[in-house]
């Protein structure tokens, strides 16, 4: 079984500075990573997601992760915040089976913009 | 291209009521189909998902149930709604497929009083 843990329920980070919100993975097989982000009362969007090949991967509106094996990490960054970025975000895994993969969510980083 | 519509967008039932959701994909065949349930704090838990009609698998064990009538078609029901109920529920679908992501419906707020 695979399971997500995401470090902090909330954080604030000033117009223009660096984001990074932290995910990391348990998972007994190679696995796929996500990270989703959700306006309030709205389904979830998909951002990034890493299955093979380069671990950097690069998403929508500046976002990207990086697939660190040996951490079991795969943290989302964006160099310079904008305040259409306040959201929650989710990180979310799941494994290969056969065309059957459940993702598994984390429990969500709600990201403030400091204006 | 492929979309997802789930209705309503908002729900108030009383307890003891019965509950009828539903989900419908467009543009695609054969999807996997899931219902999540989103609780302040609690991320998304997975309460059911579906490879084909009629194949149902349930992840926790509740008071609600679902059903694949149709191919791309995705009912979640109660018979007696619970005020542990309340909460915001998302359908979902994904290709059948290694590796592919969740695409959501816009979600159903519910709340039971």
């Known amino acids: 079984a695979q399971s997500v843990t995401q470090l902090g329920s909330h954080v604030s980070v000033s117009e223009g500075a660096l984001v990074l919100l932290r995910c990391n993975y348990s998972?007994?097989?190679?696995?796929?990573l996500f990270w989703y982000v959700q306006y309030p009362n709205q389904g979830l969007q998909l951002l990034l997601k890493?299955?093979?090949?380069?671990?950097l991967v690069k998403g929508i509106n500046g976002f990207e992760a990086e697939f660190k094996k040996s951490e079991t990490s795969f943290h989302l960054t964006k160099p310079s915040a904008h305040m259409s970025d306040a959201a929650e975000y989710f990180c979310?895994?799941?494994?290969?089976?056969?065309?059957?993969?459940?993702?598994?969510f984390g429990t969500g980083t709600r990201l403030t913009i400091i204006p | 291209s492929q979309t997802i519509h789930q209705w309503p967008a908002t729900l108030v039932q009383p307890v003891g009521s019965p509950l009828s959701l539903e989900c419908t994909v467009e543009g695609t065949s054969n999807p996997n189909l899931y219902w999540y349930r989103q609780a302040a704090g609690r991320g998304l838990q997975l309460l059911f998902y579906s490879v084909g009609i009629g194949q149902i698998s349930s992840e926790v064990p509740q008071n609600l149930s679902a059903s694949r009538p149709q191919d791309r078609q995705f009912i979640l029901s109660s018979k007696k709604l619970l005020l542990s109920d309340s909460g915001f529920y998302l359908c979902a679908w994904s290709h059948q497929g290694q590796g592919t992501e969740a695409f959501f419906g816009q979600g159903t707020r519910l709340t039971v009083v």
């Open positions: 998972s007994s097989v190679p696995p796929y």
């Open positions: 979310a895994v799941s494994a290969p089976n056969f065309g059957n993969e459940k993702l598994t």
């Open positions: 890493y299955t093979t090949g380069a671990t």
